[in-house]
């Protein structure tokens, strides 16, 4: 049992880290693909909870990624002051998704620990 849960946790360790490394490469426009662990976290048996924040937050990342390149074609024309406003509201959405990501991951741990607490000793 305490391998399995051991496997729950890493597969969800690298989804968030795959999260985080899709967050970060939001600069670039490019469309990005679900990666396999993201992939696989579907498979696991993860509270309904859990799954709900994590399709939440998967629809938001992808929502600002959209954004994000809308917003990097707005600054090829703009002017500095609208370069600046621009850029500020990129920051904030970033900073917003940073926050998101670690409430999820928080939930995720205690989630996780709660598995752990319900598994009995010795297993």
Known sequence: MNGRLL???VLLVTAFSAATALAQAADAPAK????????KT?????????KKSIDQFNSKR???IADRAAKLDQLKN????????IIEQMK??????????????RQIRDE??????SQPIGR
């Open 92 to 105: 904030a959405q970033q900073k917003d998704l940073l926050e998101a990501q670690k409430a999820l991951g």
């Open 62 to 64: 992808d929502a600002m």
């Open 112 to 117: 996780l620990r709660k598995l752990q607490q």
């Open 78 to 85: 703009a002017t500095a002051e609208q370069k600046n406003a």
């Open 32 to 39: 990005v693909e679900k990666s396999a662990a993201v992939a």
């Open 7 to 9: 496997n729950r946790f």
């Open 42 to 50: 579907d498979a696991l048996p993860v509270s309904a909870d859990v």
